[in-house]
């Protein structure tokens, strides 16, 4: 049902880089609509990572980084930290669904 | 600094109708450019979009859920209020509040509240 495709999960040992793929199409991603990262940890409030693709709100550490080309996005993370154990979410706006739409989620394992 | 915060039952049975509260403090929904989503996470799937309201009154609907939701908002009171109704056992899930400024970014959340669905 979710409009965006990511991988299922991810993992990596601590201090490695991984990254997770957000695909869409040409009527959310690849029409020009900005591109946004979540962090979810059970019991606690979905976290703003990045916003408008590249940017990153204060407090969030450089090692989250964000990229977008053409109908995709993806979220990098070096230097993996154990705190960094989490669901990953991406989202932007849709054209023909006239609203948000999500990412299918990613789980990021620290091994 | 902004929070937002969900209230409502925990347990509805199916062909209920749910009604959840989103109470904010930390901006005012009559600023402009401001909006409230409405958003949920089936256990241990993804998240899922169901409305918004904007600081103009104007709303928005998940397609596949517009038949069953309703969004309003009590701006004096700094809530926003969501209605499903004949909830099904597939309704289960967490359901968050979001903020919204200007963009399509939700940039602050609340914590979520579990609502099941069952007999």
């Known amino acids: 049902q979710s409009v965006l495709t990511q991988p299922p999960s991810v993992s990596g040992a601590p201090g490695q880089r991984v990254t997770i793929s957000c695909t869409g199409s040409s009527s959310n991603i690849g029409t020009g609509y900005d591109v946004h990262w979540y962090q979810l940890l059970p019991g606690t409030a979905p976290k703003l990572l990045i916003y408008a693709n590249t940017n990153r709100p204060s407090g969030v550490p450089d090692r989250f980084s964000g990229s977008k080309s053409g109908t995709s996005a993806s979220l990098a993370i070096t230097g993996l930290q154990p705190e960094d154990e989490a669901d990953y979410f991406c989202q932007s706006y849709d054209n023909n669904l006239r609203g948000f739409v999500f990412g299918t989620g990613t789980k990021v394992t620290v091994l | 600094q902004i929070t937002l915060k969900e209230s409502g039952p925990t347990l509805v049975k199916p062909t209920q109708t749910l009604t959840l509260t989103c109470t904010f403090s930390g901006f005012s929904l009559s600023t402009s450019g401001v909006g409230v989503a409405w958003i949920r996470q089936p256990p241990g799937k993804a998240l899922e979009w169901l409305a918004i309201?904007?600081?103009?009154?104007?709303?928005a609907y998940s397609p596949s859920l517009k038949s069953r939701v309703s969004i309003t908002k009590d701006t004096s009171k700094n809530q926003v209020v969501l209605t499903m109704t004949d909830m099904d056992p597939v309704d289960t899930a967490t359901y968050y509040c979001?903020?919204?400024?200007?963009?399509?970014?939700?940039?602050?959340w609340g914590q979520g509240t579990l609502v099941t669905v069952s007999s």
């Open positions: 309201i904007y600081w103009d009154d104007d709303k």
């Open positions: 979001a903020h919204r400024q200007d963009t399509s970014v939700l940039d602050y």
